[in-house]
Structures are given as structure tokens and as C-alpha cells.
């Protein structure tokens, strides 16, 4: 039995899982939906609705170990969605030489102060980055997202934030604006399908918070060799994950890499529901053959 995980705040499913579910079920796994925070006990777990997971990041980790600890499975590898959580990720595939929109940390303690904002002017001086963004380095659908420029500090609404888990700086990529993000989706390291998320006029962010559209895409094949070459570059091959980034020129410039909860986009392709049910059953069996 399969469990595709929402969250207390998400109870509820997003439309494009109820097909995959019922293409599940026809393939012989029995598939339920249940929150994480109820720790359902099924043999099989797929936490894609885990939407909520960044707002209480130490608790999800600890709930990846007891899973393991109970004898189930996820189908990607859980060490590799622990890593994925912290956006430090991207210096260890910049180190290995993807190309990734260039980011510095900033390390906090606790709440969010008049020195952190000091500290972010530091950096964009030292960087001569006229315009960054700041995001939180646990962070999910643009929550936190800001852009800053040298001489201001974050708003108000940063007064007394927990950043505990620390903050990312990047220059601003001005392309957004009009290429928007293409988001490449993967199972087994092989491309299945893409949408473009195109921001509205007048807005940077290329979140579902922010009513982005998003449009299927058909990237051209140098695009679809960096995302997979992304998939390589890892320790460990995900069965699925969403490769983000922006087309500049010649260029793919990853963004985001999500290998824990992202939106796949299943309906925007009429394969790919069934792609991803038989990616999934096939990583079932392998699991069961190995035990």
C-alpha cells in the first residue's frame, strides 16, 4: 500500500493526484491519501503534498528518520530529500559545476534584526549586486521572497522573523520578468514533460502565490540536457523531481531543484500521469526485489 502524503494545513489533494491515485490502484498499489503529521504507516510513501513541511523543517526530518525506522520506503531517497530541504543545496551543485543563478548565505541566529539587514548590505556591496533577492534558506512557494537593494533594509514585515535556518542572497535575474521559469519534470533522471511559470506584469516571483500562469512548454534539447545533467551530477538518482531554472541565451540557469514535494504538472500532459504511475510501480517492485 501507497500513501501520497498531504499536510493538516493541506488536507486536501490537488486535482491532478486523483488521476494518478486511480492509475495507481489500476496498476495493483493501493493508494491512500493521509497528512504526514499522522505518520501513516503504510509500506510505501510519497510525500507530495508535503506542503507544509518548511514551517516546521526539524519535524519533517525527524518524521523521514521514523519512517525509515518503521520499515518503509520512500521512493526517492530520503538523505537526498533532507538535503534538499536547505537551499544550501545549490552551492554543493554550483561546486560541481552546474550553472546556477550565483547565492551566498547568511547565517542567523534566531530572529531576523538591524544586524542581519546590515549583513545583507555587506554582501551586496561586496558582490556589486545593485538588486538582490532574499529568501529564507527553508523556504516554500515564494514564502519570505524579497528583493532588496543596496542602501535598504528588508521591510517590516521581516521585523522579528525567525531565520534560524539562515538566509539566501542572489543577484536579481531581470530576465524572469518575460522568459518567467521553465520547470523541467523528471522520472528516473529522464525528461517527461515542462511548463513555463510566467510571472503577471509587474511581478518578479514565479510562485502559485503570486498568480503565476503556467503554460506547457516544449524547452529546446540543450535545456532538457542541463536539467538531466542536474540529475546526474547527484549522489543518488531520484525516481522524481522538478528541475526550475531560466533560459538566458544559450544558458539554463538553475533555480530550484525539488526532489521532495514538488507540483508536477501531470495535467498539462496527457502522458504523463501514466509515466509517472508506472515509475512509481516499477520503483515499488524494485524495492520488494531487493528486500
Partial sequence: MLTLTTCRRY?????????????????????????????PRTPFVLPL???????????????THAVLGNG???LNPPEL??????KRYLTDLAAQGIHVIPTEFL??????????NQALQQILSAKQWPEAVVKPAIGQSGKGVCKIRIGESLGAEWADMNVSDGLMVQPYVREIEQAGETSLVCFNGSFSHAVRRQPPQGEWRANSAYGVAILPANPPD??????????????????YARVDGTIIGDTFLLNELEVIEPALYLHTCDTATA???DA????????RGRQ
Fill in 11 to 39: 488536507t486536501e489533494p490537488p486535482p491532478d493526484l486523483i488521476p494518478l491515485a486511480h492509475a495507481l490502484r489500476q496498476r495493483g498499489i493501493a493508494t491512500q491519501f493521509a497528512p504526514w503529521q499522522n505518520e
Fill in 49 to 63: 503534498c508535503a506542503w507544509d513541511y518548511a514551517d516546521q523543517p526539524a519535524a519533517f526530518a525527524a518524521w
Fill in 72 to 74: 518503509q520506503h520512500f
Fill in 81 to 86: 530529500m533532507r538535503w534538499n530541504m536547505n
Fill in 107 to 116: 547565517p542567523c541566529d534566531g530572529r531576523f534584526s538591524e544586524a542581519h
Fill in 222 to 239: 540543450f535545456v532538457v540536457q542541463a536539467a538531466e545533467t542536474v540529475l546526474r551530477t547527484l549522489p543518488q538518482m531520484p525516481l
Fill in 275 to 277: 509515466q509517472f504511475a
Fill in 280 to 287: 512509481v510501480a516499477a520503483g515499488i517492485e524494485d524495492i
